[in-house]
């Protein structure tokens, strides 16, 4: 998803919501007892900054506290964790993750932290379909009549991603996997000029964020044949899931939540559990996900685990097919 997408949806109503916190010194007894902080490992902008914005915004005002959100970005998102790792395990600073957290963890051949054992989960808050979309020239209208004439051309279709190891890339990945086909990986320097090209038809087709991919499905510039989540997307509720079209299980969404470093009291993680899961719920919040094409994703903490224990294993199957590495 386009840092300029996000920003633009991000403008109205949410963007200056940092300036003004319902603060006072004697709101809260126990935790939270003074301000949150949110390390986003991304520039602002992308989804993962979007989405934890708002949550941030929704949890100050819950708690009566400030949730500061401060970005630092760099090595997919490892710079990030690692800030948040070597803080105080009290709760007070907290890691938003996505989807890009547990494909490095088999991604990246070496890491100073483990992501499953080091973090404890505290909150998923959201899953955002790719599209599977096609330049209108390839002769298909349906999943399953594109896994038909991938079986028939092999290695002719070429398939356009916004990097080497991305989500992006390694939904691709997957799909290949699953449906047991070959197609040509071209990988590009982000999103944007990735779409470009598939615009252009120089590459046939794309798994990308429905928030950039479903305007030019809409103009009539790509076919869209599916979403990559298991259920399919209120923002496009036409469109069918891979799962249901032709590749059972296929789920290859992303995602967004929050962590704790591992030793965080159990009570605080519960707090933040209940006050995301509230805001998650508040009729607010869900208006401005579905103009994300984002979902509400309310778990428990063990739950949000389990998650991303399955997701972790899900990836580095993928990864390893892929033979997609970073030193």
């Known amino acids: 998803m386009q840092r300029r997408d996000f920003l633009a949806l991000a ?25 949150l902080k949110f390390i986003i490992g991304f520039p602002p902008g992308g989804a993962t900054d979007v989405v934890g914005r708002i949550m941030a915004k929704k949890l100050t005002d819950g708690f009566g506290q400030p949730v500061v959100v401060e970005n630092k970005p760099g090595a997919s998102s490892n710079i990030g964790a690692e800030l948040v790792l070597k803080s105080p395990a009290d709760g007070y600073t907290l890691y938003v993750n996505a989807v890009t957290n547990t494909i490095n963890a088999s991604l990246f051949s070496k890491l100073n932290f483990d992501f499953e054992k080091d973090f404890e989960p505290v909150a998923m808050f959201a899953t955002v379909p790719n599209l599977l979309v096609v330049h209108p020239s390839v002769p298909v209208k349906s999943v399953k009549e594109l896994i038909e004439y991938a079986k028939a051309n092999p290695g002719k279709l070429s398939y356009a991603s916004s990097g080497s190891g991305t989500s992006i890339h390694l939904a691709a990945e997957l799909f290949k996997l699953m449906a047991k086909v070959d197609m040509v990986h071209i990988p590009y320097k982000g999103s944007a000029p990735a779409v470009t090209d598939l615009i252009g038809g120089q590459v046939q087709l794309m798994f990308d964020n429905m928030p950039s991919a479903l305007p030019h499905v809409k103009a009539g510039k790509l076919r869209a044949l599916a979403v990559t989540t298991l259920t399919r997307s209120p923002s496009a509720p036409d469109i069918p899931t891979i799962d249901e079209a032709a590749l059972s299980g296929f789920d290859a969404g992303s ?4 962590m704790a470093p591992k030793g965080t009291p159990k009570d605080a993680i519960a707090k933040l559990n209940a006050e995301s899961n509230k805001a998650l719920g508040a009729q607010d919040v869900k208006e401005r996900f579905l103009e994300l094409g984002a979902v509400p994703t309310p778990l428990s903490p063990e739950g949000y685990g389990a998650y991303i224990r399955a997701e972790i294993k899900k990836w580095a199957e993928v990864v390893k097919a892929s033979g997609a590495k970073v030193e």
């Open 11 to 35: 403008g109205a109503g949410l963007a200056g919501s940092s300036l003004s916190f319902p603060y006072s010194a004697f709101a809260q007894q126990g935790f939270p007892n003074k301000p």
């Open 255 to 258: 995602w967004f939540g929050l």
